[in-house]
């Protein structure tokens, strides 16, 4: 979104969190990550909602996703498996999906997220 040119004008706002204690201050129920796993569709979903929430924006995107990378603090989740999730405020409605992953690099892997959530994205607009 950021290489877009004029997206200032309805893009005010975006978080990166790696770790789940920043998932949990930025809203993400921690029982919600203890309970289905920080790689879930579930904790894809209240990160849409609570990035909504927290800007009081329309729309909501959450992505969360294990890599082939070993993290310590979050031992379980599927390889190259990615969870997603728009939130819309108004009807307060999701679009999550899955999507599985198989490039040879990791930003050939971003490419392919960016492009599952930008397509349900442009839907919603529509």
Not at 32 to 51: F, L, N, P
Request: aromatic share 10%; with cysteine; proline share 4%.
């Amino acid at each position: 979104l950021t290489c877009i040119p004029g997206v200032s004008e309805v893009f005010h706002f975006g978080a990166v969190t790696y770790s789940n204690g920043y998932k949990i201050k930025m809203g993400v129920p921690k029982e919600t990550i203890d309970t289905y796993t920080v790689y879930s569709s579930q904790v894809a979903e209240a990160m849409a909602h609570a990035i909504s929430e927290f800007t009081t924006s329309t729309y909501g995107i959450g992505v969360t996703g294990k890599m082939n990378v070993e993290d310590p603090e979050n031992p379980s989740g599927d390889n190259d498996t990615i969870y997603y999730s728009l939130y819309h405020y108004p009807t307060n409605s999701y679009v999550t999906k899955e999507i599985k992953v198989h490039q040879k690099t990791r930003r050939e892997n971003k490419k392919v997220i960016i492009k599952a959530v930008m397509e349900d994205l442009k839907e919603l607009l529509k």
